[in-house]
T-cell receptor, first 110, second 120 residues
Framework: AQSVTQLGSHVSVSEGALVLLRCNYSSSVPPYLFWYVQYPNQGLQLLLKYTSAATLVKGINGFEAEFKKSETSFHLTKPSAHMSDAAEYFCAGGYQKVTFGIGTKLQVIP | GAVVSQHPSWVICKSGTSVKIECRSLDFQATTMFWYRQFPKQSLMLMATSNEGSKATYEQGVEKDKFLINHASLTLSTLTVTSAHPEDSSFYIC????????????????FGPGTRLLVL
């Protein structure tokens, strides 16, 4: 069975700084991988999705993620954090059924 | 496009009553709808997967007699929490995949805004 691990339940960055949210998957065959964002009291919104077409995936709001098979990772990055990026971010992976990581709460400090 | 709505957005009920939550795909037909439960500061836990016209598939540990799922059409799924108790208080989120996508996995799930249930 596949699993998804997010390293760091809380990440704080200064406004304008690089955002790096870590995600590793555990599966012998790379699954489909997703990053979702959740704002308080709302559902999840898809940021980006990896489907094996390209290892560097660009998403909405300036986010991107790079799939690295050798590291079984799919870390999410954004070059410059904005206050509006403060939210909870979930990495997810799987095939027919998707497993979600525990989430990383991103705090952006002005 | 691909908007999913949930109703109600929040509900407070007395212990022992039943609560119905609706999940609708507003601008697409859904192949499959998923129901998740999210506890504070935790991730989403899949409760069940439902396809229109067939019985829902429940995850291990989820009581199907307590959490009744009805997927009556390609745009509507309902979750009924029967005889609710305080421990059922949670944030319930549904999602849907678009009809016609591959079915081989990896379909994007479009999420509803969630329903917060508080059982007194």
């Amino acid at each position: 069975a596949q699993s998804v691990t997010q390293l760091g339940s809380h990440v704080s960055v200064s406004e304008g700084a690089l955002v790096l949210l870590r995600c590793n998957y555990s599966s012998s065959v790379p699954p489909y991988l997703f990053w979702y964002v959740q704002y308080p009291n709302q559902g999840l919104q898809l940021l980006l999705k990896y489907t094996s077409a390209a290892t560097l995936v660009k998403g909405i709001n300036g986010f991107e993620a790079e799939f690295k098979k050798s590291e079984t990772s799919f870390h999410l990055t954004k070059p410059s954090a904005h206050m509006s990026d403060a939210a909870e971010y979930f990495c997810a992976g799987g095939y027919q059924k998707v497993t979600f990581g525990i989430g990383t709460k991103l705090q952006v400090i002005p | 496009g691909a908007v999913v709505s949930q109703h109600p957005s929040w509900v407070i009920c007395k212990s022992g009553t039943s609560v119905k939550i609706e999940c609708r795909s507003l601008d697409f037909q859904a192949t499959t709808m998923f129901w998740y439960r999210q506890f504070p500061k935790q991730s989403l836990m899949l409760m069940a997967t439902s396809n229109e016209g067939s019985k829902a598939t429940y995850e291990q540990g989820v009581e199907k007699d307590k959490f009744l799922i009805n997927h009556a059409s390609l745009t509507l799924s309902t979750l009924t929490v029967t005889s609710a108790h305080p421990e059922d208080s949670s944030f319930y989120i549904c999602s849907a995949t678009i009809l016609g996508t591959s079915g081989r996995g990896g379909e994007t799930q479009y999420f509803g805004p969630g329903t917060r249930l508080l059982v007194l």
